[in-house]
């Protein structure tokens, strides 16, 4: 008797992609990538690859992972003129963006079960995968485990006042916050702004009768930065939770930064493309429009920061997404405007277009936007690399092709952007989300509406040891845990 299944049929491809050269975040080769069921079947020479259902012809372009950006606001619910999960990840599908992690100041703030589930299910209309953050305030400690249950991927805390005015929580309910996460291995993200300073100052700028766009640079002086991280850190030692620093815009900030990362701190940060790529003249240029937080600074600060970026102290590049109706962003007086700007589908261009000018390397990119975000929060290997059995999250780019930034043909509600009229070189062509179009020769796969899901399903966050406790004998450990 034969052993052998003989009828067994050939392994079939649904899709290779072949004639690109394949980057990931260490290596960069020529050869062709095989998808079978959503998930990367094979990667080597185009002559190894499996019969396929289709072929795509990528002849001189780039097949990278997609790019997790691990900080946008999709409004919804609450703010749904600003923008909508359906709006704002068609805008993430165009912008070569794979992931999304979507930040609580929503109406409801997703704070407690219900509201996250109102955001669940206006999520069922993503067209990329994503995961959401839970908030972390004052008066919800008794919330976060139930929000960890209902399928939060991380937390945030405002400790600094933005858009939304959550008020932020003390730092006592910051450490007792803390120390329940810990407990369950999730990153919490920091909005990392002393919130009294700013008010202070702002009161006092006000009084004074500064009105004009430059005065909210002066309301936030890189101090409350420093002071924010530097004191997140320290609780994050103290409880051995994990924590994500947003938004990065002083050079100044850094130094907590790199102390707590020498100290073994659980902590990674992330910048974005307007503190890399603007400086102070962004605000005689666009007056109310660059109101964001953290504010764009001054070019010291910006060459700090690529520094950074070089040196790893800058872990990663997301986009503070922050759409506003243009009404809410162009107004006389500063204090009047909304904070933040779209940013989800141009980040890929403007920072392709560094890549193409020798200022980053492809392998940098894709580690600062894809492999870093993924292993911070738990993705690795399923996402933000390409591997045998990752999820086939892809983005094709072609760096030879040139575009203008163009707010009214963004997809994001969202149109005031500070880089409008930018000339960028290197476009993503299409987008495939566990193997399937996004956004394919540039277009928006309608059809893929809904496509998107919760990247709980795959996240691995294992509880880290807490340091505070390491040293102790058992007996202190009881009697400090009975507290
Ligand atoms: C963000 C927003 O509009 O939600 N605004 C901003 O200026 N960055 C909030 C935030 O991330 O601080
Ligand atoms: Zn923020």
């Known amino acids: 008797m034969n052993d052998f299944n003989t009828d067994s049929p050939t392994m079939l491809a649904d899709l290779v992609i072949t004639g690109a050269t394949i980057v990931t975040d260490t290596a960069q080769f020529a050869g062709a990538v095989a998808i079978k069921d959503g998930v990367i079947l094979a990667i080597g020479d185009a002559s190894a690859m499996p019969a396929a259902l289709e072929v795509l012809d990528a002849t001189g372009q780039y097949i990278l992972p997609g790019a997790i950006d691990a900080h946008v606001h999709f409004r919804e619910p609450g703010y ?24 609580p100041n929503t109406n409801p703030p997703t704070g407690t079960l219900p509201a996250l589930q109102m955001k669940l299910e206006a999520a069922k209309k993503a067209y990329v995968d994503y995961g959401i953050y839970g908030l972390l305030a004052e008066d919800n400690l008794d919330q976060l485990e139930t929000l960890i249950d209902g399928g939060v991927a991380a937390f945030k805390c405002f400790m600094g006042n933005t858009f939304g005015n959550l008020p932020s929580p003390s730092t ?26 700013m008010a202070r100052r702002q009161i006092a700028l006000k009084a004074s009768g500064r009105h004009d766009a430059m005065a909210h640079l002066a309301a936030r002086p890189p101090v409350v930065a420093i002071e924010a991280v530097a004191r997140a850190a320290i609780l994050a030692e103290w409880t051995g939770a994990r924590i994500h620093i947003l938004h990065v815009s002083s050079g100044d900030e850094l130094r907590p930064l790199r102390e707590a990362k020498l100290r073994g701190v659980d902590i990674t940060a992330e910048t974005a493309p307007h503190y890399l790529l603007l400086d102070e003249h962004a605000y005689e240029q666009h007056g109310s429009l660059i109101r964001v937080n953290p504010p764009v600074r001054e070019k010291k600060h910006q060459d700090a920061l690529w520094q950074a970026v070089a040196d790893r102290t800058i872990d990663m590049i997301a986009t503070d997404h922050a759409p506003h109706a243009a009404c809410e962003k162009h107004k006389a007086d500063i204090w009047q405007a909304d904070c933040g700007f779209t940013g989800v589908e141009t980040q890929m261009p403007l920072m392709l277009t560094q890549v193409v000018a020798g ?11 894809a492999t870093a975000p993924a292993n911070a929060f738990g993705l690795y290997p399923r996402k933000g690399t390409l591997l045998p059995g990752s999820d086939a999250d892809i983005v094709v780019v072609d760096l030879a092709r040139e575009g203008i930034v163009e707010g009214r043909h963004l997809h994001s509600l969202g149109s005031s952007t500070p880089f409008e009229a930018t000339p960028v070189k290197g476009l993503p062509i299409h987008t495939l989300v566990r193997g399937r179009f996004v956004m394919r020769d540039r277009k928006l796969i309608e059809a893929a509406r809904g496509h998107g899901t919760s990247v709980r399903r795959i996240q691995h966050m294992p509880a880290p040891t807490p340091r505070n406790l390491e040293h102790t004998t058992a007996a202190v450990t009881r009697a400090v845990m009975a507290v």
């Open 80 to 103: 749904t003129h600003k923008e909508t999960w359906e709006t704002g990840t068609a805008s993430a599908a165009m912008g070569g963006v794979t992931t999304v992690f979507e930040m």
């Open 172 to 197: 006592g309910a910051m450490l007792e916050g803390f120390e329940i996460i810990a407990k369950h291995g999730y990153r919490i993200a920091l909005h990392a702004e002393n919130a009294t300073i």
């Open 359 to 369: 200022r980053l390397s492809l392998c940098d990119y894709v580690r600062l936007t």
